[in-house]
């Protein structure tokens, strides 16, 4: 009787054993990543600096850039914390933080502001009326400060050197605001007036643009 409760207790006690190994295993992070052969690989550990992040078929979309033919390390923090930098014409300081992110090979997209829409759409981002505006992740940062930037690049595991491929094209800079100009229509009226507005306001902001002084968005300063 004593023979059989000892093998009974080490048979449950191997059994437990069983399942907790099972248990990490399961938790265990895979990784699937490219080579430089274009071999694709599924490991448990992380893939060397220069591996590429294999493309996942299906689901919908991330925020941000795209990652298609990043290295690993670069396209997880950019899936992970999408950079988004908004600016406004005549600025120095949105050109300046512009040229770091682009030195240091951060893929971002950039979103302007010029009307009270956009304006509005930044300060909902977590604008307080300084320009540039960076937004990494959840976090932000007005106006340009390399040092914070930096801190906030670096604490989103961003590559502190370049590592974009020499092909890599940035998106074109987007209003902060696209769909004020698609906006309905009040007062009845027509497609061709709605053409119309939407001509005046593209005009109105090609001749701020060219403007030589500094101008900034209503309630925004830099």
């Known amino acids: 009787m004593k023979l059989d409760m000892t ?3 080490r048979r449950g006690a191997f059994l437990g054993l069983a399942l907790l190994l099972c248990a990490g295993s399961a938790s265990a992070q895979m990784y699937k990543w490219v080579d430089a052969n274009g071999k694709t690989h599924f490991t448990d550990t992380p893939p060397p600096s220069t591996a590429k992040a294999a493309p996942i078929k299906g689901g919908a979309p991330t925020a941000g850039p795209s990652t298609a033919g990043l290295p690993y390390a670069l396209a997880n923090a950019v899936k992970n914390f999408p950079v988004t930098l908004y600016t406004t014409s005549s600025c120095g300081p949105c050109d300046t933080g512009r040229s770091y992110l682009r030195g240091r090979g951060i893929p971002f997209s950039e979103k302007t502001v010029s009307t009270s829409g956009d304006s509005e759409r930044v300060k909902a981002a977590g604008g307080d009326g300084m ?4 937004v990494v992740g959840s976090s932000r940062s007005n106006g340009f400060e390399q040092g914070a930037w930096g801190s906030m690049l670096d604490l989103a595991q ?5 590592m974009l491929p020499s092909s890599y094209q940035y998106p074109a800079a987007v209003a902060a605001n696209p769909g004020a100009a698609a906006a309905p229509q009040a007062n009845g009226q027509d497609s061709d ?3 119309r507005a939407q001509a005046a306001a ?3 902001e090609e001749a701020r643009r060219k403007a030589q002084s500094p101008t900034a968005p209503p309630g925004f300063r830099f």
């Open 7 to 9: 093998s009974h207790l």
């Open 158 to 162: 961003y590559p502190a050197t370049k």
């Open 202 to 204: 593209r005009a109105e």
């Open 131 to 134: 320009l540039p505006l960076l």
């Open 193 to 195: 007036a709605a053409e």
